[in-house]
């Protein structure tokens, strides 16, 4: 039987605890890698560790905050005298804030008079607010790869996953800020593969479209499980029909972590999106 090129490599997942990249880090242990997800909350990490443990896999959870540079450089070394240094990272932390959030779609002229406190309209974006979806993405994409790549630069060989989102192809009403930042880590994603490209590490992206998350679900869908018109409008644009499930990340993530199929690719970011991209409406 030929060895599963993830065999015995380790393979670090921020926001690892995740809907979406809990699934991630399962096919890889599924695969042979050992498996460090990473999250703030040590006991949903611990948690999904001892899942894949139970099913014969090889984990160990970590907490940590991606904006913390120090705590991402111990928490690196922790993890390479537990389970050995990186080959793998994937980029997986990221969200958005209701401060960068706009109430419509579209302004017009009479919401800059609304009653409403609640109803924001895009001069009420709070500049905080923005600045923490900025960080989070972007920083929190560019941290930690300064934390596990060192290594992986001395070695020369490894590979790096980032997480972007369809928002950073076409900008979602309401969501400037995510949309931007997403935008954010797909250009530095094509960055750092360039920047990478000499010293063995290929540098990629995957590019989700809309897929039920603890962050979203209450926007998408009702308590019922029926879809909210903003849910609806999202299904009706994406040509296969539906949301996708966490397993859908699977195969292309897969892809691009393999460094003998992807032996080639780097600086890509791959939608993964029911044809929401392709699709212009009509």
Known sequence: MAKSAFQDKVAVVTGGAGVLCSAICKALAAAGAKVAPIGRHLDKTE??????????????????????????EETAARVEADLGPA?????????????????????????????????????????DGIQHVFDLNVLGTLLPTQAFTRKMVERRRGTVLNVSSMNAFRPLTKIP???????????????????????????????PGFFLTDQNRALLTNADGSLTARGGKIVSLTPMGRFGVPEDLVGATMFLLDDAA????????????????????V
Do not use: M
Not at 183 to 191: E, I, K, L, M
């Open 47 to 72: 948690r999904l560790a001892a899942e894949i443990a139970a099913a014969g896999g090889v984990a160990r959870g970590y907490a940590c905050d991606v904006l913390d540079r120090a705590a991402l």
């Open 87 to 127: 080959d793998i990272l994937v980029n997986g932390a990221g969200g958005n804030d209701p401060k960068g959030t706009t109430s419509s779609e579209r302004i017009r002229p009479e919401d800059l008079a609304a009653a409403d406190a609640s109803f924001k309209t895009f001069y009420d974006l709070d500049p």
């Open 262 to 281: 992807a032996a080639f690719v780097t600086g890509v970011v791959l939608p993964v999106d029911g044809g929401f991209n392709a699709f212009s409406g």
């Open 177 to 207: 800020a995510y949309s931007a930042a997403k935008a954010g880590v797909s250009n530095f994603t094509q960055w750092l593969a360039v920047h990478f490209s000499q010293a063995g590490i290929r540098v990629n992206a995957i590019a």
